[in-house]
Structure formats: structure tokens, C-alpha cells
């Protein structure tokens, strides 16, 4: 029923840009925390923006430092898009890029998964940095 799902990956040359998206569709209850994390080949899941929409925090948007300057998270709450805006890319930041939602209380809405509640996954795109 929930579904959440990544677009806007491809392949680019380092220096270049990316907008991912993230279409939220079929939650049961409203999410409580948005967010955008990734995974390179061989590599930890690795938390990089979140969005608290509770209303309970003054700093909604809490980015992980390896995603501060060149990463920016949005968000279109009409349309239920996520949005995170990719700048000066590198090699490194060749990773499958995946967005989650979490609906349960008990969480925390920092960019570490294992502090969630409850995560519901989309099934990620691919971004690929490479000359």
C-alpha cells in the first residue's frame, strides 16, 4: 500500500548537479520524519537530510555533515514529493540514493536509520560520478 519512489538518478561528471525526487503515496498515517540516505558499493548505508514534520522541532531540515553546502532537501507537502538537490558531485558520491519515511512515534528524526522508528523504504536510484 505505502509506496515511495526515487527518481532523477543518472550518471554525471564530477563537478555536475542532480535533483532527486521522491513520490510518497499510500501512508497510512501521516509520516513523521522524511528523509534521504545512500549506499555505495561496499560501503554503509549512510544518513545524508531529514525533514521533521511534527511540528515539535524550530530545525525541521537536519542535514548529516558529509551532505552540509552541497546538498539542499526540499520538499512540495501539496504534491507529496521529496526533493534533495545535488551540487559539485564527486566520485564518492557514487551510491544507490534511497528515501524513507517513518510513521511510528518513538524515533528520532536525525539522518541515522537505526534511530528511527519504523522505516519504510523506496527502492532507490542510482547516481553514478565518474569522468
Known amino acids: 500500500q505505502a509506496n515511495l519512489m526515487e527518481s532523477g538518478g543518472g550518471s554525471v561528471q564530477p563537478g555536475g548537479s542532480l535533483k532527486l525526487s521522491c513520490s510518497i503515496s499510500g501512508l497510512p498515517s501521516p509520516a513523521l520524519c522524511l528523509g534521504w540516505f545512500r549506499q555505495g558499493p561496499g560501503k554503509e548505508r549512510e544518513g545524508l537530510a531529514v525533514?521533521?514534520?511534527?511540528?515539535?522541532?524550530?530545525?525541521?531540515?537536519t542535514y548529516a555533515n558529509i551532505a552540509k553546502g552541497r546538498f539542499t532537501l526540499s520538499e512540495d507537502n501539496a504534491k507529496n514529493v521529496l526533493f534533495l538537490e545535488m551540487n559539485n558531485l564527486q566520485p564518492d558520491d557514487t551510491a544507490m540514493y534511497y528515501c524513507?519515511?517513518?510513521?511510528?512515534?518513538?524515533?528520532?528524526?536525525?539522518?541515522?536509520?537505526?534511530?528511527?522508528?519504523?522505516?519504510?523504504w523506496g527502492q532507490g536510484t542510482q547516481v553514478t560520478v565518474s569522468s
Open positions: 524513507a519515511a517513518d510513521l511510528r512515534p518513538g524515533g528520532f528524526c536525525v539522518p541515522v536509520s537505526s534511530s528511527w522508528a519504523d522505516p519504510i
Open positions: 525533514l521533521s514534520t511534527t511540528g515539535s522541532s524550530t530545525v525541521p531540515i
